[in-house]
C-alpha cells in the first residue's frame, strides 16, 4: 500500500474578493538596511502550454472595464514583418505616437525562420508585450519562398497577455493572405483601448508588520499544468529556482526556436516569489519574458529579472545574468552557489509539490498559495527578528521560517540583505547540534 500524500492545508486561502489584486512595483535591490526595494478568466492553450488567468499583479489604471464587461486594456496593436532586403521591419502600427524601438525584433524572434508559427511574450519600456508569428510558403522570387509576420498588442500589466493570443494568432494567418488589411486591427484597438498610465508604483519603506491575511490576493485559473510541467522538467532544481527567486537574482532561460513555451514558462518561475507581505514588491522578481542581444543595455540596467531567449551568445556574458538555464541544466557561478544548495527541508518541500501535482483539486492557484505561504512566513520572521531587541538571527528562527537550521544560516542572512530586514548573526546565540555538521 503506498503512502498518503501530506498537503499542507491552506488556512489564508479562501474567499479572495473578486476585484482583489496588489499593486505592481518596480523592484531595486540595494542591499540597504531597512529599504525595501484582467479580460476573461479563461485559460489559454498555445502549443500546449497553458497560461494562467492573473498573476500576483493587480490592475492599475491601464486596464479597465467597459460597460459591456469588455476589458479595456490595449494600449497599442502592431504588425512586423520580415523583409528580404531590408530584414525585420515595422510595417504598421497604432496609435502612430507609440514608442516601439526594437519591438521588430522581440516580435520576430532570432531563429523564427525555423518554425511555421509561435507566440512570443516580450518587455517594450514600462509596458508589456503579445505577439503571435507565422510563416507561409508562398510563390514569390521576391519573398525568396517565405512570407513571415507578427501581429502583437502593447498592454501595462503582464497578467493580462494571454487574453490576446486566439485574437492574434487569427489575425497574423489573416495578415499572410491579406497584406495591406489593417481594418480588423484598428477596430481591435478601438474597441480595447485603455488609458496609459503615467508611472509605475515607487518601492515604498518596509514599516508595516506583515500580517497574515485570511484572504487570498494571488489568483489564477485554470489547471496545474504549468506548474506540474517545471516539477517534471526540473525536480528538485525547482527548489534553486524559489530560492533564487527569493534573492531577486538575474535568470536567464535559454531555448532555441521556438520561445512560446519558455515565456510561459518565466511566468510561472516569476510566480515562485508570490506573497502577502506588506512594504515588499507584491513580486519579487518582474519577468522580461524574451530578450535578445538588442537588449544588452536593458539587462545591464537591471538588478533583478526572469527571462528567456533564443541566442546562445548570452552563455558568454555572465555579467548581464546570475543563473542560466539551458533546459534541464541551471548553471550557477560559485559566489552564489552555497545559498541555493538544494536541503532535506527542500526535498521534503519537493515532496509536498508533488502531492498538490497528483491531487484531484490541483490547480495553479494552490502552487501559488503553497508558496505565497512559504514566502510569508520567511518574510514575516525575518521582520519579527528586526523588530525584537536584539534582532539576532537565531537557530529557532530558520527552523520557524521551515529551511534547514545550519545549512541556511547563509541563505537566510543574504535574504535579510537583500530585502532590507536589519538582523544580525551571533556565533554565541548559534547552539550546534552535532548532527547538522
Known amino acids: 500500500m503506498s503512502k498518503p500524500c501530506f498537503i499542507p492545508s491552506t488556512p489564508h486561502e479562501a474567499e479572495s474578493e473578486a476585484g ?21 478568466n479563461i485559460p489559454h492553450t498555445r502549443n500546449g502550454v497553458l497560461s494562467t488567468g492573473s498573476s500576483a499583479v493587480g490592475t492599475d489604471m491601464a486596464t479597465q472595464t467597459s460597460s459591456s464587461g469588455l476589458v479595456r486594456d490595449v494600449i497599442g496593436i502592431f504588425v512586423v514583418a520580415f523583409d528580404t532586403k531590408e530584414g525585420n521591419l515595422l510595417e504598421w502600427c497604432v496609435p502612430k505616437e507609440l514608442p516601439l524601438e526594437g519591438v521588430e525584433f522581440r516580435a ?19 509596458y508589456f508585450g503579445a505577439a503571435c508569428y507565422e510563416k507561409l510558403t508562398v510563390l514569390s522570387e521576391i519573398e525568396r519562398g517565405a512570407r513571415m509576420k507578427s501581429v502583437g498588442v502593447i498592454v501595462a500589466n503582464y497578467d493580462t497577455l494571454h487574453h490576446h493570443l486566439e485574437y492574434l494568432a487569427q489575425q497574423v494567418s489573416n495578415m499572410l493572405h491579406n497584406p495591406g488589411d489593417y481594418s480588423a486591427l484598428e477596430e481591435y ?10 508611472s509605475w508604483d515607487t518601492p515604498q519603506k518596509y514599516t508595516s508588520p506583515p500580517v497574515l491575511i485570511n484572504k487570498t490576493v494571488l489568483r489564477a485559473d485554470g489547471h496545474g499544468e504549468g506548474f506540474e510541467k517545471l516539477l517534471q522538467l526540473y525536480g528538485e532544481q525547482l527548489l534553486v529556482l524559489w530560492r533564487a527567486t527569493l534573492l531577486c537574482k538575474r535568470i536567464l532561460l535559454f531555448s532555441p526556436p521556438p520561445i512560446g513555451m519558455l515565456c510561459s514558462r518565466v511566468h510561472c518561475i516569476s510566480l515562485l516569489g508570490s506573497h ?16 535578445n542581444i538588442a537588449d544588452v543595455e536593458t539587462l545591464q540596467e537591471q538588478h533583478a529579472y526572469i527571462a528567456c531567449t533564443t541566442e546562445k551568445i548570452f552563455e558568454e556574458k555572465t555579467g548581464l545574468l546570475d543563473i542560466y538555464v539551458d533546459n534541464q541544466n541551471i548553471r550557477i557561478p560559485g559566489s552564489i ?36 505561504q512559504s514566502n510569508n512566513k520567511i518574510f514575516s520572521t525575518l521582520h519579527m527578528i528586526s523588530q525584537s531587541d536584539d534582532n539576532i538571527l537565531k537557530r529557532h528562527h530558520i527552523e ?32 550546534c547540534c552535532p548532527c547538522d555538521n
Not at 276 to 291: F, M
Not at 342 to 349: A, E, L, P
Not at 404 to 431: C, M, Y
Request: hydrophobic share 30%; proline share 4%; glycine share 8%.
Open 337 to 372: 552557489r552555497h545559498l541555493l544548495t538544494i536541503t532535506t527541508q527542500d526535498r521534503k518541500r519537493l515532496a509536498q509539490l508533488q502531492c498538490i501535482a497528483r491531487s484531484s483539486r490541483s490547480s495553479v492557484q494552490e502552487f501559488i498559495n503553497y508558496f505565497s
Open 400 to 431: 520557524t521560517m521551515g529551511l534547514h537550521p545550519q545549512h541556511d544560516r547563509g541563505f537566510v542572512s543574504e535574504l535579510a540583505l537583500t530585502h532590507g530586514f536589519d538582523i544580525t548573526t551571533s556565533k554565541n546565540s548559534w547552539k
Open 276 to 291: 502577502t507581505t506588506p512594504g515588499l514588491p507584491s513580486q519579487l522578481l518582474r519577468p522580461l519574458y524574451y530578450v
Open 20 to 40: 482583489a489584486g496588489s499593486s505592481q512595483s518596480s523592484h531595486g535591490v540595494g542591499g540597504q538596511v531597512g529599504e525595501a526595494n484582467d479580460g476573461d
Open 189 to 198: 484597438y478601438q474597441k480595447r483601448q485603455a488609458m496609459i498610465p503615467s
Open 108 to 126: 520576430l524572434i532570432s531563429g523564427a525562420h525555423t518554425i511555421t508559427s509561435d507566440f512570443i511574450y516580450f518587455r517594450q519600456g514600462d
